[in-house]
């Protein structure tokens, strides 16, 4: 497939954008069954670039990503709830899905501010 098109498996997955070579590649939004959804950049089939994932617990990132993963500057926000307490907002950089580099997590509940540098989603030392 080339150029614009639509791609679905039932009960799995929904890819509508840019393709080239049979593969996502440019602007597309991608959904799955299971509630995750993301919405950028594609490089011959890998999320690459600049874009927005929406999880199905309902972390919500926006920024940059390297081969399907987390990579560079990005803003995750942690909702409120079971699974993640209070809730928060992680802004800063990213590696391999994880905090890894100058970064800030604000707490909702009481604006409780971690700055400085973080290593494999650790907070190790303030600014």
Known sequence: MQGIGVYSIQNTYHYEGSFNNNKPHGYGLFSSENGQSYKGSF???????????????????????????????????????????????????????KRNGKGVMIYLDNGRRLEGLFKENVYVKGS
């Open 43 to 97: 490089i011959e089939g890998s999320i690459e670039g600049k874009g927005t994932m929406i999880y199905p617990d309902g972390r919500q990132y926006k920024g940059y990503f390297k081969n399907n993963n987390k990579s560079g500057y990005g803003v995750m926000i942690y909702p409120e709830g079971e699974i993640y307490g209070e809730g928060s907002r992680y802004e800063g950089y990213w590696k391999r899905n």
